[in-house]
């Protein structure tokens, strides 16, 4: 069984940047995609970004987008999200997940892996 774990979260004030990592000890997900989804309190979880598995290919939500950037390693092992100028809508729990395919997919159900999230609290 995969295990991701999702670190770099935290709590902090809004305008800051905050890198979330997330790695899967012993595995390399060579032709997978992987993404970012965020779960905010009372909500549902969405999709925030994606990346292909050769890192060429990139997809934002709109909330983020010219703000977050998702990237990976060249080993494509670890996937980071660099998140800046963060806003209190920001707040959530964000997780990472491997998808099935080698293009990066907006749909959690195109995900067969997932962390156990880690939260990021933004302050006004």
């Known amino acids: 069984q995969v295990q991701l774990a999702e670190s770099g979260g935290g709590l902090v004030q809004a305008g800051a940047s905050l890198t979330l990592s997330c790695a899967a000890p012993?595995?390399?997900?060579?032709?997978?995609?992987m993404g970012w989804f965020r779960q905010a309190p009372g909500k549902e979880r969405e999709f925030v970004a994606a990346?292909?598995?050769?890192?060429?290919?990139?997809v934002y939500a709109d909330s983020v987008k010219g703000r977050f950037t998702i990237s990976r390693e060249s080993d494509r092992d670890t996937v980071y999200l660099q998140m800046n100028n963060v806003k209190p809508e920001d707040t959530a729990i964000y997780y990472c997940?491997?998808?099935?395919?080698?293009?990066?997919?907006?749909?959690?159900?195109?995900?067969?892996?997932w962390g156990q999230g880690t939260q990021v609290t933004v302050s006004s």
């Open positions: 990346i292909s598995w050769t890192g060429a290919r990139t």
């Open positions: 997940a491997v998808a099935g395919g080698p293009m990066p997919p907006i749909s959690q159900n195109e995900y067969g892996y």
């Open positions: 012993g595995r390399t997900f060579e032709f997978n995609a």
